[in-house]
């Protein structure tokens, strides 16, 4: 693929995904593209029986799973998906992810053949892509971790087949999933921030960024200032292959680390070792907090707006108390603000 940067590259400011396509793996970060990633723990609860939890994403026979390539073009879709949630206030099918050529320009690539067959390819195998859950997919809407959970992601349809109405497509679509799209629409959705991820170099560190950035936020009200994992369960949610000596641990992980700590994502990590096992300690950095001072941004703006109507309305009914501003103006102004 030509890695010359496109002088026309767009910009994405936004984009939010689905948490459960965060967390968990879905594209492989070594050569093996035919091998199934399979996550699994062991989850004890008090007075109830051991849960085995598991997550497994299934690459195509022909296509095999998607790689870090085909992940930065689902997060462009993410985009897509994100945008037409927020104009229609939910998700309404098909969704025009429009042309290749675009894509390529926001992945800042030059719109040569072997590039758009390379975005074809990665939607493609991500809408082949399939999903096995035990007690890891976490539903928002029924607040719970559904007991088996089998998906996909979307359907897709290029420019010129036939859609699912009999129309010919005029521009190239996608059918979200009702389980990916329930999630979505549930606002179980996390920014991330799609430039950054462009700049990194190390797959491990674009999938550390996932990770982390979740984890990060569990921290805020916590007297501790980092998250700690295992390196065991570490390589199974980037997944990699687990390494046995600290010297090979390092040189596995340490270029990534160094990546996300010069670019301030992390303001340090330490390696830890206690017995047979060692963990990693992770303390977000400048990066982080500014990422989340971003997205609660619309929300403390939203908060603000309605705070001064309500001011307004208030000082209106004061006014004038034998003529009160009427419930269904209230009403209106709710409802606008929903939106």
Not at 133 to 154: G, V
Not at 218 to 225: A, P, Q, S
Request: proline share 3%.
């Amino acid at each position: 693929m030509k890695r010359k940067k496109d002088k026309k590259t767009e910009k994405v400011e936004l984009i939010k995904s689905e948490v459960n396509l965060i967390k968990f793996p879905f594209y492989t970060l070594d050569h093996d593209r035919f091998k199934r990633i399979k996550y699994e723990y062991l989850e004890v609860k008090k007075g109830e029986k051991t849960i085995r939890g598991s997550w497994e994403a299934s690459p195509d026979i022909k296509m095999g799973l998607p790689g870090i390539f085909d992940m930065k073009v689902f997060r462009i879709i993410d985009m897509h998906i994100y945008k037409n949630f927020m104009e229609n206030g939910r998700i309404i099918n098909p969704l025009d992810i429009g042309s290749i050529y675009r894509i390529c320009r926001i992945l800042g690539i030059k719109h040569y053949r072997s590039n758009r067959k390379l975005i074809k390819e990665a939607i493609e195998r991500l809408s082949l892509l399939g999903f096995i859950t035990k007690y890891t997919f976490y539903s928002k809407r029924k607040k719970k971790y559904l007991k088996e959970a089998s998906f996909h992601l979307f359907d897709r349809v290029w420019e010129g087949e036939e859609l699912k109405n009999g129309e010919i497509a005029d521009s190239n679509y996608i059918y979200i999933s009702p389980l990916y799209k329930e999630s979505i629409e549930a606002y179980y959705i996390k920014l991330l921030d799609f430039n950054y991820i462009k700049s990194l170099k190390s797959g491990i560190a674009t999938r550390l960024y996932e990770i982390l950035g979740i984890k990060f936020f569990g921290i805020r009200n916590k007297k501790i200032d980092f998250i700690k994992y295992s390196y065991e369960k570490l390589c199974n949610l980037l997944p990699i292959k687990e390494q046995k000596y600290l010297s090979r641990i390092k040189q596995q992980l340490e270029p990534a680390l160094k990546e996300l700590k010069k670019t301030k994502f992390l303001e340090k990590y330490i390696f830890e070792k206690k017995g047979n096992k060692l963990f990693i300690k992770f303390y977000p950095g400048t990066k982080y907090f500014d990422e989340i001072k971003l997205d609660h941004a619309p929300k403390k703006k939203a908060l603000a707006g309605l705070k001064k109507i309500k001011e307004i309305l208030k000082e209106k009914e004061d006014d004038n108390k034998f003529r009160p501003i009427p419930e269904s103006f209230k009403k209106q102004i709710k409802e606008i603000l929903k939106e």
